[in-house]
Nanobody, 125 residues
Framework: QVQVVESGGGDVQAGGSLRLSCRAS????????MGWFRQAPGKDREAISC????????YYADSVRGRFSISRDTAKSTVYLQMNGLKPEDTAMYYC??????????????????WGQGTQVTVSS
């Protein structure tokens, strides 16, 4: 049974940092691409970062490039999202998912199959 569980969210002031973790059980990170998404109230879900199953390809949305960094530890079946320089507009529910497509040019949300329940990030000004 596949299970994806996010953790590490919380409340932080603008300019601060958080590291989100995503533990995936029942699937192999050497087979699945892993992505991070976020959804703010009243907005569409946004694909923000992914790391390919090879570990050699990553993608960042323009909104987070240069501030966020994705990594993984295959031995722990865990993917991380280091978020620095947080802004109030980063406030959202953050989701981790396993899926089929992660390219340097994008990560179509529709190709992600296994989703976690999300972890809330709130950035105050």
């Amino acid at each position: 049974q596949v299970q994806v569980v996010e953790s590490g969210g919380g409340d932080v002031q603008a300019g601060g940092s958080l590291r989100l973790s995503c533990r995936a059980s029942g699937l192999d990170l050497d087979v699945f691409n892993m992505g991070w998404f976020r959804q703010a109230p009243g907005k569409d879900r946004e694909a923000i970062s992914c790391i390919a199953f090879t570990g050699r390809t990553t993608y960042y949305a323009d909104s987070v490039r240069g501030r966020f960094s994705i990594s993984r530890d295959t031995a722990k079946s865990t993917v991380y999202l280091q978020m620095n320089g947080l802004k109030p507009e980063d406030t959202a529910m953050y989701y981790c998912a396993a899926g089929a497509v992660c390219m340097t040019t994008g990560m179509p949300t529709s190709t992600y199959k296994y989703w976690g329940q999300g972890t809330q990030v709130t950035v105050s000004s």
